[in-house]
């Protein structure tokens, strides 16, 4: 190999590094604060969302605005064992917003003393005569959310671990915003 091949071969090579090095920059910029990619692994969101979905979630928006009624959202819910702490991702649908008093008479939500539509609910349970088996937690006594929290809900009211049973969730810990359902293919949909 001459000297200008060489140095041909030295520049390919410095060029390759650079680009790989700009690409692994810009991936760990847009996962730290623009989108990222989260794994379903439950059932608390069915019919909308399935077990081993995997959902974009938009890390911006929230910088700039509220989280919004209806909308999903994934949070770090941290918990305490002994000296061991463990965080656990979770998605729900937010059900109240700072300053809301959320309740549940008979599985019907109400906001505000309204009863809020909640077409996204599976229709076989919704059908439920039992009102355990429609919801699981049939009566849930008026709740006030504080400034800077929030009250969320699973899809699935069955199977859901949600504001019902660790009361409303501090505003902080949310990651960000559903967008979309990437995977499987098949069921790629906008939320």
Same mark, same amino acid.
């Given at each position: 190999m001459n000297r200008s091949e060489s140095s041909r071969l030295l520049r390919q090579i410095?060029?390759?590094a650079i680009i790989v090095v700009v690409a692994v920059v810009i %991936?760990?910029?847009?996962?730290?604060?623009?989108l990222q990619q989260f794994y379903i692994s439950g059932p608390s969101m *069915? !019919?909308?969302m399935f077990q081993n979905?995997?959902?974009l979630v938009d890390k911006l928006?929230?910088?700039?605005?509220?989280?919004?009624?209806?909308?999903i959202v994934v949070f770090d819910r941290a918990t305490v064992s002994g000296d061991t702490i463990q965080h656990d991702d979770l998605i729900k649908r937010v059900i109240g917003v700072p300053g809301d @008093?959320? *309740?549940?008479?008979?599985?019907?939500v109400l906001v505000n003393d309204l009863p809020i539509e909640e077409d996204y609910l599976d229709p076989f349970f919704v059908a439920q005569a039992d009102p355990v088996d429609r919801c699981r937690t049939v009566?849930? %006594? !008026? @709740?006030?959310?504080? !400034? *800077?929290?929030l009250f969320v809900l699973g899809d699935n009211r069955v *199977?859901?671990?949600d504001s019902r049973a660790f009361g409303t969730i501090r505003r902080e810990i949310v990651v960000g915003r559903a967008l979309m359902i990437i995977w499987p293919i098949r069921m790629f949909t906008f939320l």
């Amino acid at each position: 190999m001459n000297r200008s091949e060489s140095s041909r071969l030295l520049r390919q090579i410095r060029e390759w590094a650079i680009i790989v090095v700009v690409a692994v920059v810009i %991936a760990v910029v847009v996962r730290a604060f623009l989108l990222q990619q989260f794994y379903i692994s439950g059932p608390s969101m *069915e !019919p909308t969302m399935f077990q081993n979905n995997r959902v974009l979630v938009d890390k911006l928006s929230y910088r700039f605005r509220e989280p919004r009624r209806g909308e999903i959202v994934v949070f770090d819910r941290a918990t305490v064992s002994g000296d061991t702490i463990q965080h656990d991702d979770l998605i729900k649908r937010v059900i109240g917003v700072p300053g809301d @008093t959320v *309740e549940i008479r008979q599985c019907v939500v109400l906001v505000n003393d309204l009863p809020i539509e909640e077409d996204y609910l599976d229709p076989f349970f919704v059908a439920q005569a039992d009102p355990v088996d429609r919801c699981r937690t049939v009566d849930l %006594a !008026p @709740t006030t959310v504080e !400034p *800077e929290h929030l009250f969320v809900l699973g899809d699935n009211r069955v *199977e859901s671990f949600d504001s019902r049973a660790f009361g409303t969730i501090r505003r902080e810990i949310v990651v960000g915003r559903a967008l979309m359902i990437i995977w499987p293919i098949r069921m790629f949909t906008f939320l």
